[in-house]
């Protein structure tokens, strides 16, 4: 890793395809610009596992130009804990803590899976959609598996495209959504995003052997140590079916705790923005996923965008124009594929909803809020710090998490001990 500089111009957060682009955009101004992920190479989620696995001919010609520029650091493996001072962010890497301080900052830390509690969805064998396709990124071996991909929206059919790819067997995609509702998304990207429909039915034709189900659940996952079968709903029947993986996903939730912690202002569960992407902190910027869900095209729209403004350059009509298309896109994936009231009688008393701690719902239903919940039970304080169990009993119980706490991570006792230098 190159050594952290004390200080730059832009900072951003996240290498995905919205950092990549703000950088991009920034490095032209020729002020210095610093991109720091906590992955051990760029990419973000959706091109994970760096520039060498990249198929995507925008993610290598951004790389190739971000190579050349001298004025631009990548920091890799950095995590990003506190904001210690105005202007300063404490980092957790593996050499150990530092600091690192910035006159202006965009935020493109991107989306996590909204994972909803159902019997049996803590076996091995069970993974998030999204988390499937990372751990194949990763390595992980798929070549006759048998595999069920469940949940909704796009990302389901983007997984069963690279499980297919990598020799693995599908036996069922369950949308949950019905087949009504998918007519109607495919006429509206008919009509407004025939670009996106394009792209689909390549993958759709591909897949056109694989059991895709339509208005299909899954109900339970069974299995002693690992999972052995599923069993779910259609037409009203449940079917049982066997099975080595199931990659079960209700879409994203954006990953918000920098911009809370730094006061950005939030609503609907992304960070304001306006036409520059500047967020309510002036000093501030967000693009990508943080600021609604809308997918690579959406992150790149954005982060070129944001990059431009953060380093006092404008976009054209044109930059403006694709970006608002975008969310235009964002928009009705929201609006089709939001999880229904219908999921949450999926999860029963008996079943966990905080993993880390072991917090089964019977335990938490008494509660009249997270707080609450917390301080009883210890929900949402174990490893993973509330990201899967927080975004889950927001949608079954309704309840908001409180105000955010550093550290963002775990972190060590060295970390929290870092006395931050001034710049
Ligand atoms: C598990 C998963 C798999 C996905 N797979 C696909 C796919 O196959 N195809 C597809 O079209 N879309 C996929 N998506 C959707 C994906 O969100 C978008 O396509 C796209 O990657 C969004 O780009 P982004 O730059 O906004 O965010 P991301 O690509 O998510 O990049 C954000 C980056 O910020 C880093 N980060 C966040 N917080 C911190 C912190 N505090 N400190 C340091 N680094 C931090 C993250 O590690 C990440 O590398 C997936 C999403 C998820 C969650």
């Known amino acids: 890793m190159k050594q952290i500089q004390q ?3 832009i900072l951003i957060l996240g290498s995905g395809p919205a950092g990549l682009a703000a950088a991009d955009a920034a490095a032209s101004s020729e002020q210095s610009v610093t991109v720091l992920d906590d992955n051990f190479a760029p990419g973000g989620q959706i091109w994970r596992g760096g520039p060498t696995q990249w198929s995507d001919a925008r993610a290598k010609v951004l790389w190739q130009k971000l190579i050349t520029c001298t004025n631009v650091h990548f920091l890799y493996e950095v995590k990003v804990v506190a904001a210690p001072r105005i202007n300063t962010l404490l980092l957790e890497t593996p050499q150990g803590a530092c600091s690192i301080t910035y006159n202006r900052l965009i935020i493109c830390s991107g989306a996590r899976e909204l994972l909803l509690p159902f019997p049996g969805w803590t076996l091995p064998g069970v993974t998030g959609a999204g988390g499937l396709q990372a751990l194949i990124k990763g390595g992980l071996s798929v070549a006759g598996k048998r595999i069920a991909i469940a949940g909704t929206g796009p990302l389901l059919l983007a997984v069963a495209a690279t ?3 990598q020799g693995g067997q599908i036996v069922l995609i369950a949308e949950h959504r019905s087949t009504m509702e998918l007519t109607r998304f495919i006429l509206n ?3 407004s995003h025939r670009g996106k429909l394009m792209q689909a039915i390549p993958l759709l034709a591909r897949l056109w052997s694989c059991s895709y189900r ?4 899954v109900l339970q996952a069974h299995g002693d140590n690992q999972l052995q079968s599923i069993s779910y709903l259609q037409n009203e029947k449940t079917v049982q ?3 080595d993986y199931l990659a079960c996903g209700y879409g994203l939730v954006p990953n918000l705790e920098l911009a809370k912690l730094l006061t950005c202002e939030v609503q609907n569960n992304r960070v304001v923005v306006n036409d520059n992407q500047q967020t309510s902190q002036a000093h501030i910027w967000a693009a990508g996923e943080v600021t609604g869900i809308g997918g690579v095209d959406k992150a790149l729209a954005e982060g070129r965008i944001a990059g431009l403004s953060a ?8 930059e403006q124009k694709t970006r608002n298309h975008t969310r235009q896109f964002a928009a009705l994936l929201e609006h089709s594929f939001a999880p229904t009231d219908a999921l949450r009688l999926l999860c029963q ?9 072991d917090v089964g719902a019977q335990q938490l239903t008494i509660h009249p809020d997270w707080r609450s919940a917390k301080l009883a039970t210890r929900c949402g304080m174990g490893a993973c710090q509330g990201r899967i169990c927080g ?3 927001e949608y079954l119980y309704g309840w908001q998490a409180p105000g955010l706490r550093e550290p963002l991570f775990p972190s060590t006792a060295a970390t929290l001990a870092y006395e931050p230098t001034c710049p």
């Open 214 to 217: 339509h208005a299909t659940t």
């Open 7 to 9: 200080h730059t111009d």
């Open 241 to 243: 079916l066997d099975c």
């Open 349 to 357: 008393p008996t079943t966990l909803v905080c993993r880390c701690e």
């Open 311 to 318: 380093s006092h350059q404008t976009a054209s009509d044109k």
């Open 189 to 191: 990207l008919a009509r």
């Open 163 to 165: 499980v297919q790819r």
């Open 391 to 393: 975004a889950a009993c």
